[in-house]
């Protein structure tokens, strides 16, 4: 069951202008995603972004705050593309849209690698959500 869209898009929008909070880190087992600086460690090994993957590093960082939580479409790319509540209705239903959102989830899954792309779950006509493991919170 996805959270209370209001609840994600709350969380997600008071981030939407860059990290006003403390840095955080997000995992504490094989996969773990840094909110201050564009990385991740999956298995050990640091994946840095690069600034052509700021967009792919802000998808798994809105997915990892709503801490396993479905995040609707809608909410996900109002995060991912900084967009306020106008912008957001407007570009959300369009297929280019949608379709740029679902390469990022797939670069995403390549960049968790293959023991860890099943991490990043697709719920079919809602959202997606990110699996960091019994204990995300660090």
Do not use: C
Not at 82 to 102: E, I, M, N, T
Not at 111 to 117: C, Q, S, V
Not at 128 to 137: A, I, M, R, V, Y
């Amino acid at each position: 069951k996805p959270i209370d869209s209001k609840t994600i898009a709350g969380i997600l929008r008071s981030n939407v202008l860059g990290f006003r909070h403390a840095p955080r880190v997000y995992g504490t087992g094989r996969v773990r995603v840094f909110t201050h600086v564009q990385a991740l460690i999956v298995d050990g090994e640091t994946r840095l972004f690069t600034n052509d993957d700021a967009l792919q590093h802000r998808l798994l960082v809105g997915l990892a705050m709503a801490r396993g939580e479905v995040v609707t479409r809608p909410d996900l790319l109002a995060y991912v593309y900084q967009l306020d509540d106008g912008a957001r209705d407007k570009l959300s239903p369009q297929p280019s849209v949608r379709d740029r959102l679902g390469q990022l989830v797939y670069r995403a899954r390549v960049r968790l690698g293959r023991d860890n792309e099943w991490r990043l779950k697709t719920v079919r006509g809602v959202g997606h959500s990110l699996d960091l493991g019994p204990d995300e919170k660090s």
